[in-house]
């Protein structure tokens, strides 16, 4: 096909999406670049493996996610199994659109602007203040963003986002298999847990993050295994798999991820349309998880130890003598050191309001100028609230830009499930997910580094765009 008739093509696609638009209003719009490449003749062979190579990467990349372990076989942890799959990935997205397609789609989204304004800011913030922290995080939301355009482009049908929840269960399913042996041999692969415990935080570096995996692994597999209409053995899966991090969870000891998972459930339960299948896997995933407490007394004795930590008052002279309105964190349900935490932020933001301390800088900023407020005892720098990272390493010009983008994500995913019923459950799976991960970064951090919500984000666009082979799959029923 010579340059003219693809672009032709490409056009012609472009038309038959807005006319596809405008008939489902809740349709996410999609802009479909055409790139001014030459064309490459394929033969037959080579152009099956452009088409096939996409879907093997992208499942070896979810499945390779939680290894992050693995930086500890590179030199200065620089890199991971799963960072090396993704420069694959996007070489390869490179390569397809260079020999085959010679256009890439982009979802036209305030959220999805939002998003690059923000990545371009901080990588500013960044180079501006110096901080070879920032300018790392910046490079990375690079990469991920290019990521999450690939996986918006490689996921078109519902049988692409079908095997990339398959994979995320395989995924959840063989890590709580990890994690119960680790579990019963009392042993661990990495990063020692230094509170007296045994935290599992199995192939990953925090515990807090291995339970935001399973946090959100379980809540996606209970809303897809009760609305998707799938294959017995799928969902028999996605069932397994949302009930071995059940088992699992406890033994993170992430009180946080424990509550937040919980409300969550709630809320998948309220948005499911088959409301008594996803009640019923909510209720074993509670039985599982009262079990396992009742067997090992520890998981109680955590919870009992968040109870006494949120009983202390914000006591931290530095800060009251600084900011006497930092009072209010004594109401909050929070320990001592997240109040510190949060307060050093806020004091940060009270000035530099505008622009903020500079992207990445938060630990140097208390390691520097702001070391008076690190409490006596304590060696913890790195925020562990994302709303307060942004807040004070990027101002108010940050968080506008970081609240334009969520609202209109959420605006677009209602209007989605409203007015794309075929495509609910795969519109709301991705954004359970999101949901979990936000609220969760507000007591372990790791927000714009996760890459889990970049998989999330492109998984999201997609099935808001609207997806091949619709018919068929979502039930249409409500259970009341």
């Known amino acids: 096909m010579r340059q003219a008739d693809r672009a032709e093509a490409s056009r012609g696609v472009s038309r038959e999406n807005t006319a596809v638009a405008a008939e489902h209003g809740g349709r996410l719009d999609v802009k479909s670049i055409v790139l001014p490449i030459p064309h490459f003749d394929l033969s037959p062979r080579l152009l099956a493996i452009s088409r096939y190579l996409p879907r093997v990467l ?26 090396i799959v993704l420069v694959l990935c996007l070489l390869a997205f490179g390569a397809q659109i260079a020999i085959e397609r010679g256009e890439v789609r982009v979802p036209m989204t305030m959220s999805m ?18 901080s070879v922290q920032g300018m790392k995080t ?55 847990p230094n509170i007296g415990i045994l ?43 949302a009930l071995a991090t059940a088992l699992i969870m406890p ?14 459930a709630l809320v998948v339960i309220a948005m499911a349309r088959q409301r008594k299948r996803a009640l019923a896997l909510v209720g074993l995933i509670v039985a599982i998880f009262a079990a396992v407490a009742v067997i090992d007394p520890s998981v109680l004795s955590r919870a009992a130890l968040l109870a006494q930590n949120l009983e202390s008052p914000f006591k931290n002279r530095a800060f009251l003598e600084r900011a006497p309105w930092l009072s209010f964190l004594s109401v909050l349900p929070l320990d001592s050191v997240r109040q510190y935490l949060i307060g050093s932020g806020l004091i940060m933001f009270a000035d530099h309001p505008i622009f903020g301390i500079g992207f ?32 004070a390493e990027t101002g108010l010009l940050g968080l506008a830009i970081v609240l334009l983008a969520g609202y209109s994500f959420v605006r677009s995913t209602w209007r989605a499930t409203k007015q794309s019923t075929a495509e609910r459950a795969l519109v709301l799976a991705p954004a359970i ?48």
Do not use: C
């Open 433 to 480: 997910g999101l949901l979990v991960i936000a609220l969760t970064s507000q007591f372990s951090g790791r927000f714009f580094e996760e890459p889990y919500l970049w998989l999330f984000l492109g998984l999201a666009y997609s099935a808001q765009a609207g997806l091949d082979g619709s018919r068929g799959y979502v039930s249409e029923s409500r259970s009341r």
């Open 251 to 264: 033994f993170t000891f992430s009180r946080a991820v424990w509550a937040l998972t919980f409300v969550v």
């Open 113 to 130: 602007l939002g998003l690059a304004l923000f990545t371009v800011y901080a990588t500013v913030s960044a180079v501006a203040v110096g």
């Open 58 to 83: 992208l499942v070896v990349w979810v499945l390779t996610l939680p290894l992050e372990f693995t930086k500890t076989y590179f030199p200065n942890q620089a890199f991971e199994v799963s960072r």
């Open 138 to 192: 910046a490079a990375a939301m690079v990469a991920y963003v290019l990521m999450m355009l690939t996986v918006f482009n490689w996921t078109r049908s519902h049988a692409d986002h079908r095997q990339v929840w398959s994979a995320l269960a395989v995924s959840a399913i063989v890590l709580a298999a990890v994690g119960l042996l680790l579990y019963l041999t009392n042993s661990y692969i990495w990063n020692p």
């Open 199 to 241: 935290r599992l935080n199995a192939t990953f570096h925090d515990p807090n993050i291995f339970a935001r995996f399973l946090g959100f692994a379980m809540m996606t597999m209970v809303l897809l295994a009760a609305d998707l209409q799938v294959s017995a053995r799928q969902r028999a899966l996605w069932v397994a798999a």
């Open 360 to 391: 990445g800088t938060f630990s140097q900023s208390l390691l520097g100028p702001y070391a008076g407020l690190v409490p006596p005892g304590v060696d913890d720098t790195a925020s562990h609230t994302s709303l307060i990272t942004v807040v």
